[in-house]
């Protein structure tokens, strides 16, 4: 399991101990995988227990911001929308860089690509060389 999944999935895990046999087997299928979606992380975001959630409403149109810190990593999500949010932007953060970020309006990645950690160390290496 990529590294920086690693403290969002073990509490993520221990909670799912406490809910219904059919999310713990679509959780669990998550958890045996070495990479997740986009898509994935941020479910894991937007249900986890310790994340921190705010909403505003802005010209009649609702944005959540999320964050959590699993670990030594930060997660920070804004979305659009109450129902069926729609992903706007994603950054996975340590105390010293920005590890990945996604923004919907960036055609650089789809909602639907994998990331692990190979493709996080990749990104890394390049911020840190611009």
Do not use: C
């Amino acid at each position: 399991m990529a590294t920086f999944l690693q403290p969002l999935l073990k509490k993520a895990k221990e909670v799912i101990g406490d809910t219904a046999h059919a999310v713990k087997g679509t959780f669990d299928g998550i958890l045996d995988r070495n990479a997740l979606t986009i898509a994935e992380i941020t479910e894991l975001i937007r249900h986890h227990p310790d994340t921190r959630k705010k909403k505003r409403n802005l010209l009649n149109i609702t944005y959540q911001f999320y964050r959590l810190r699993a670990g030594d990593y930060l997660f920070y999500m804004e979305t659009r929308g109450e129902e069926n949010e729609k992903v706007l932007f994603l950054s996975i953060q340590t105390p010293k860089q920005i590890v990945f970020t996604y923004r919907s309006y960036d055609d650089q990645y789809s909602i639907n690509d994998t990331i692990d950690e190979d493709h996080l160390l990749e990104h890394a290496i390049k911020d840190e060389a611009n």
